[in-house]
């Protein structure tokens, strides 16, 4: 997580605005200094007190009370911040931002405003779908305003929709991936396509042959491109992984639709990493109808699916192509081979069945291996650092 960046939070006023004493907790958590204005209308929900106690800092909500006399508040404030976060945004706030009123200490230092500024709307479902909120919308849209999105639920009206403030994990992921992105811009105009996760091969409507991935790899290398400013394109078999912000996401279950998904944008791409645990055989036949147990042992005929690295070893013309070698036996043997065999640029072999390094864990321990035969050999590193390393080394590839 970055540190010192300076979050100026406006809360306005609805019942989310307890969100927003978490989400300022959290943002403190991870090493940002948060300045905090009021509404008045936000502070019958939450007292000041509060929001001073978890910032650390005095919290704004008189246009007229000037804490230091030494500058004006609103415009100190304004210069100050490098993002404005409004959270919650009422129907109330968006409108008064949409059309330049500044009457209170919130509205007059954002018209002051020159950091980016961020809104995450809260408001009943049929609010959110007035026409003319959503023309302010559209309006702040134009003006360069960024949303985040609010998401869908029980709302505190009783109502079910869209309208719920996002939650503050979120929130503060958007801003440190926002801040890391703007820091490091080494893959900037470079499409990436990333798969991840397990693939599934039905036999029947209840049961599936599969593996143990959870795409925590492939989640990680996406989230790490994004990072370095990549335009990046995940191609996800089923996961409960939340996909990371920034990345366009392609679900797919089985491993021909993970074929097509691939292949359909292989050429617009500049580099190619793929770390999905692909089937490598499905059912010959699929049942319409759950397959009834017999006495005796049952045999299902399996047929192989389409190699998708291999294909895209034949079809790669300027594309970097990275694959994955997951084995349990003769690791670097296997991948030598499988690096040439399938015409990739570099391979990632780890061994499965060592501590730390199998399906489902939080850290990895693997090797690369290229075409000259050299092999870059890592220790144990969580997942996000291996993705760094993976990409730092593709982005060298890239550039040869």
Not at 154 to 161: E, I, K
Not at 261 to 279: N, P
């Amino acid at each position: 997580m970055l540190q010192g960046k300076k979050i100026l939070l406006c809360v306005s006023g609805g019942i989310a605005v307890y969100k927003a004493a978490a989400l300022t907790s959290k943002l403190s958590q991870a090493g940002h200094e948060v300045k905090v204005i009021m509404s008045r209308s936000a502070m019958e929900f939450v007292a000041p007190l509060t929001f001073q106690t978890l910032s650390r800092n005095d919290v704004y909500f008189d246009t007229f009370d000037e804490k230091n006399s030494k500058v004006i508040a609103h415009i100190d404030l304004a210069d100050w911040a490098d993002l404005i976060l409004v959270a919650p945004a009422t129907a109330n706030i968006i409108g008064k931002m949409a059309n330049g009123i500044a009457d209170n200490m919130l509205t007059t230092t954002l018209l002051a405003a020159t950091a980016p500024v961020w809104i995450a709307p809260a408001m009943n479902v049929h609010m959110y779908d007035h026409p003319a909120v959503k023309k302010n919308i559209q309006t702040l849209h134009e003006y360069g305003y960024q949303f985040i999105e609010p998401s869908e639920g029980f709302l505190a009206c009783g109502y079910v929709g869209k309208g719920r403030l996002e939650e503050p994990e979120k929130i503060v992921q958007l801003i440190s991936s926002f801040f890391q992105k703007e820091k490091d811009a080494s893959l900037q105009g470079i499409n990436v396509l990333v798969t991840a996760g397990p693939t599934i091969e039905k036999l029947d409507p209840v049961r599936y042959f599969s593996n143990k991935s959870t795409g925590k790899m492939g989640y990680a290398i996406a989230e790490e491109a994004v990072h370095m400013g990549a335009k990046v394109t995940l191609v996800s078999g089923p996961s409960h992984l939340p996909v990371p912000y920034g990345v366009e996401v392609i679900k797919v279950e089985t491993a021909e639709e993970m074929f097509q998904a691939v292949t359909d944008r292989y050429d617009e791409q500049d580099l190619v990493i793929k770390s999905a645990a692909v089937a490598d055989y499905r059912p010959a036949e699929i049942y319409g109808h759950k397959v009834k147990k017999q006495d005796g042992p049952l045999s299902v005929e399996m047929e192989r699916t389409k190699d998708i690295l291999k294909e895209l070893g034949k079809r790669k013309t300027n594309q970097v192509l990275v694959g994955f070698a997951a084995e349990t036996e003769n690791v670097a043997e296997y991948a030598k081979s499988k690096l040439q065999a399938k015409n990739l640029d570099m391979i990632v072999s780890n061994n499965v069945n060592m501590e730390g390094s199998g399906f489902g864990t939080d850290t990895n321990r693997v090797a690369f291996h290229f075409k000259d035969g050299s092999v870059m050999e890592l220790p144990m590193l969580s997942k996000k650092e291996v993705a760094k390393e993976i990409l730092l080394k593709a982005e060298h590839l890239l550039k040869e």
